[in-house]
């Protein structure tokens, strides 16, 4: 999986396998398939249900554990004696057997709480011989094998499956299901899949999904497959379907092969190619394989298609491949209505044929390298255009300003396009817009008015970022706009003081503008869906308002660089699902307030450059064990280092710098254990990675760092490299604690302009992966110890001012640092210096003395940004979600904010229209 090998991180892998499989579960909802929820039908009150199947099911109840409570209607007393309205049970309403058992964990509608039942299947199910439909989707058994019995229930049309934690061989016993037309047995841990012979007999099968299931060694998936006479769907995702797995797929153009397929669904496999015989289906209307390893030309791909598909083909979803060349000749494929070609490398403009699909309701190309100016005539025709993503090209649109298009679109996206500077005209008449991208498209103009007043209902996300829109906003319209739940239009030149927002918004990201004035407004988004406030660098003043309470999902909250001033108020101890909080940057001043101590879930806490006084909390160390960042940098802290602070063992980054700590550095940093040693993790697995939609970026402000003097800000995913300690311009006293020596990874030690003394210890030189050391402005005694010359990555060293004495440790890289690091030692002497060591020479100033210090900058800046390989917008945690999260996943809005273990609170809305249209192509 691509994603996967970019994300990194074990626990973030599961993750995404999670949400996606939520995402996977519920494109599987299907009303068409008779979805029911809880209790039967209306009329199922006169049913009564057959006492031995009650028994059954009751016996089937206690092979599970039901956390939730979903089974508390399936009891034995007399007021429940009617089993047929239990929940998930199904009676035929002529006979009162038991038909459907639907106990999948995921919600009917896509919307709400997983709740999956654990425990094991209970062979009670024989005693209900007339059970049609089986769903067990979601539920949680153990890694214990499908058991065998199953295969008896010779009644089943439907048996679901799906992420259910089974393991073991697939039983052959399910070939006696003569009657089944669905089978998803996708995302389970299946092992020793040598053959799937047991499938030819299962010759109704419609429906198959084996996705999650290695099919590398079983030689016969194909033969047997495409000989199942009445396969219309067949998803194997992410199965390891090499083209060697493919290779005799040449052989099977006669007509019984695959002959009622409609939609062949193979993403994130190894395929290199289009197997040629695939056009041969006749029946194909989807063909999904995205995320594969297709490269060439596209023009030669899709001659694989040329065969009797290309007249029925619909779908063509290739996205995510490193596909080449320029676009083809959509005329071959009169039937396409969505085309995915996404995440490519496809070159040159779109074609004129295009205008001439007039079936057309998906167009997405984003993320190609193709070029040329778009106008409205291409899409005179596609007035069932629906979505529209052409992001991240070098595409002009130019439209005629009043061009009223012929399509409503559901989605536009079109970020880094060129549609300016005008703010598109067409895009207002477009109401039935859910996600609106258009960020980046040189807008030099106001937002209209009566757009703002009056934007469609069906908004979700309005992306209006990195423009250069001006002018004050009137209140955005809060009525009818209960979905809206991103509004980023961060970069910006809007001014003025904040309007007002929707009430349910997950997502407000308003930073880099000019508002100005008081927050207090926004404490009307009391949705308390609030994840992300992002209103850093405007020019917003006064006190923070009280009310940061009704954000409990806050997890990211930035208000760096404007104007606020007071105390901060005691709610934002409220936000215990808060990692990142950046006050830095303003004029708060007093103590900072103790509730922040309820704040555990904090991994950035930046409070640099404010007039915050009093002692560092010891809750600080006590209470957020989680911080990886802590900077108090340039305020007013006093009184000596609480040792509480060694608690952080995660921390890597403390600045404390430029504060009136007086005391002793404490010995305990040795506990600093992120310091100590190579960490390996990315943050995503440390922090549940926000969606919205499918498709929020997760861009957590840059951290900033202090490095040899410059301030670098910090992006990126590997932060685990960055390990640094600043305690520089305090009043601390006393030596340096030896166990400062043993944080083998430190890159940078900076404890400067402070009363340190004492010699500087040997074993500094065990700080082999130290960049930066600056322990000038102190009065450390003695030599310098030649361990220095050691630390083979120093760039940067200053030991000025101090009572050094001794000769510079000669024949290492200090000869090459410039004199003014080691001057105001009086008996220092040596190169650099000029000085020279009794019994030498008047050393002549070595030319390659003074390095240059831009150059390391730049040494230093593709050192830290190495890793950003996502190509666009990384954030922090630096998930290019886009590459996460398909398109076709992002019909699904999903949010994921509870912490690792207890994620699990999930929201989604499903497109409820698509699956049903896709349901119907099914059908
Ligand atoms: C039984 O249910 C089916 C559909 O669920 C319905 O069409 C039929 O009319 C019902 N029959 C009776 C007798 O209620
Ligand atoms: C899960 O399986 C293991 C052994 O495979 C067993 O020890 C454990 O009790 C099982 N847990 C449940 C909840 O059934
Ligand atoms: C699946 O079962 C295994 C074995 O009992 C367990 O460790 C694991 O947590 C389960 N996974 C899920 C996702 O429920
Ligand atoms: C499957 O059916 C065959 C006969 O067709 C029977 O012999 C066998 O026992 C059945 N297996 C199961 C698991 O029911
Ligand atoms: C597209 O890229 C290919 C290389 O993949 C190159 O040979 C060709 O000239 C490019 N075409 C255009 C129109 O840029
Ligand atoms: C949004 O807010 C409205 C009321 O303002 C509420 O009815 C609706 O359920 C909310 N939507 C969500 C997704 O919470
Ligand atoms: C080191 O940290 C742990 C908690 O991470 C704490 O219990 C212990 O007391 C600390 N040791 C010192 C010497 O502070």
């Not at 669904?265 to 395929?271: A, D, F, G, W």
């Amino acid at each position: 999986m691509t994603m996967i090998t970019l994300m990194g991180g074990r626990s973030f892998k599961l993750l995404l396998l999670h949400a996606f499989l939520l995402i996977l579960l519920s494109a599987h909802l299907s009303p068409a398939l008779g979805f029911i929820s809880g209790v039967g039908v209306g009329d199922a009150n006169n049913i009564r249900c057959i006492e031995g199947e009650r028994q059954a099911l009751l016996e089937f109840k206690k092979g599970l554990v039901d956390d939730y409570g979903r089974l508390s209607s399936w009891q034995s007393g007399d007021e429940n004696k009617n089993c047929c309205n239990w929940e998930g049970v199904r009676c035929s309403n002529l006979t009162g057997h038991v038909l459907e058992l639907h106990l999948s964990a995921y919600p009917n509608d896509g919307v709400g709480r997983i709740k999956s039942f654990r425990g094991m299947i209970s062979s009670s199910l024989l005693e209900l011989p007339y059970l049609t439909f089986l769903d067990l989707s979601g539920n949680d058994f153990n890694q214990s094998y499908i058991p065998k019995f199953i295969g008896s229930l010779s009644n089943l049309k439907h048996l679901d499956l799906t992420y259910a934690n089974l393991s073991g061989p697939i039983p052959h016993h399910l070939q006696n299901l003569s009657h089944l037309q669905l089978l998803y047995l996708g995302w389970n841990h299946w092992k020793n899949i040598e053959n799937l012979e047991w499938l030819s007999h299962l010759s109704s099968i419609e429906d198959l999904d084996l996705s999650f299931t290695n099919l590398s060694v079983a030689n016969d998936w194909l033969e047997v497959v495409s000989r199942l006479p009445k396969l219309k769907s067949l998803i194997l995702q992410f199965c390891d379907l090499s083209p060697m797995s493919l290779s005799s797929f040449p052989r099977f153009n006669d007509s019984k092969s695959f002959a009622s397929l409609k939609s062949l669904y193979l993403p994130e496999n190894q395929l290199v190619h289009i197997p040629k015989s695939i056009g041969n289906i006749c029946t194909l209307r989807e063909l999904t394989l995205w995320s594969n390893h297709l490269n060439g030309q596209l023009v030669e791909l899709i001659t694989n298609l040329s065969g009797c598909a290309k007249d029925s083909l619909e779908i063509l979803e290739l996205s995510y491949n490193q596909i080449t060349g320029s676009l083809p000749n959509f005329a071959t494929f009169p039937s396409l209505k969505e085309i995915d070609l996404s995440m490519n490398k496809l070159n040159g403009t779109l074609p004129k044929s295009i205008e001439n699909l007039y079936k057309l309701e998906a167009l997405s190309v984003s993320s190609n390298f193709l070029v040329g100016v778009i106008s409205e005539s291409l899409f005179s025709n596609l007035s069932k255009l629906r979505y529209l993503h052409l992001s991240n090209n070098s595409l002009s649109l130019e439209f005629s300003f009043d061009w009223v298009p012929p399509f409503q679109l559901n989605e536009i996206q079109l970020t880094s396009c060129n549609l300016g500077p005008r703010f598109p005209n067409w895009i207002l008449t477009q109401r039935n817009v859910s996600f609106l991208e258009i960020s980046n498209i040189n807008i030099s103009d106001t937002i209209p008015a009566e757009w703002l007043a009056d934007l469609p209902p069906t908004l979700k996300i309005l992306d209006l970022s990195n423009n250069h829109i001006y002018g004050r906003l009137p209140n955005v319209s809060t009525k009818g706009l209960n979905d809206l739940s991103k509004i980023d239009w961060s970069a910006n030149s809007l001014e003025g003081p904040l309007p007002h927002f929707p009430t349910n918004l997950t997502f407000l990201n308003l930073s880099k503008n000019q508002f100005l004035g008081s927050i207090s407004s926004l404490c009307k988004i009391n949705g308390q869906l609030l994840a992300y406030l992002d209103l850093s660098n405007n020019r917003l003043s006064g006190r923070l308002p009280n009310c940061f309470m009704q954000w409990p999902k806050l997890v990211v909250l930035n208000l760096a660089g404007n104007h606020f001033f007071g105390e901060v108020p005691s709610s934002l101890g409220s936000l215990s699902m808060l990692n990142s909080l950046s006050l830095n940057n303003n004029n708060f001043s007093g103590n900072l307030p103790s509730s922040l101590r309820n704040c555990s879930s904090l991994i950035v806490m930046d409070m640099r450059n404010n007039r915050f006084s009093g002692n560092v909390p010891a809750w600080i160390g006590e209470r957020l064990p989680s911080l990886i960042f802590l900077s108090l940098r340039s305020n007013m802290f006093n009184g000596s280092l609480p040792l509480h602070l060694c608690w952080l063992k995660d921390l890597q980054i403390l600045d404390l710098s430029l504060n009136e700590i007086s005391g002793t550095i404490p010995q305990c940093l040795n506990n600093f254990t992120a310091m100590a040693q190579k960490i390996n993790y990315i943050v995503e697995e440390l922090i549940p990675p926000l969606y919205d939609g499918g498709i929020m970026q997760i861009v957590w402000d840059s951290v900033m760092v202090e490095l040899k003097r410059n301030e670098y800000e910090y992006h990126g995913t590997n932060l685990g490299l960055l390990k640094i300690i600043n305690l520089s311009s305090n009043k601390l006293i006393g030596k340096l604690p030896s166990e400062i020596f043993s944080l083998l990874d430190l890159i940078s030690l900076n404890v400067s302009r402070n009363n340190l003394i004492g010699e500087i210890p040997q074993m500094i030189g065990q700080l082999k992966q130290l960049e930066s050391l600056d322990l000038s402005s102190n009065q450390f005694s003695g030599e310098i110890p030649s361990s220095i010359s050691e630390m083979s990555f120093l760039e940067f060293l200053d030991l000025s001012y101090n009572n050094l004495s001794g000769k510079i440790p000669s024949g290492t890289q200090l000869q090459g640092f410039d004199a003014s690091y080691f001057v105001g030692n009086r008996a220092l002497c040596g190169l650099p210096l000029i000085q020279k060591c009794p019994g030498e020479e008047t050393p002549s100033r070595s030319e390659a003395t003074t390095k240059d210090n831009e150059e390391n900058e730049d040494e230093l800046r593709q050192w830290f940004f190495v890793g950003t390989g996502c190509g666009f917008a990384i954030g922090f945690w630096g998930v290019c979600s886009s590459l996460v999260l398909k398109r076709s996943w992002r019909h699904a809005y999903f949010l994921l904010l509870d912490n690792m273990k207890d994620w699990i609170y999930v929201t989604i809305t499903v497109n409820i229209a698509r699956l049903q249209r896709k349901i119907q192509r099914q059908g």
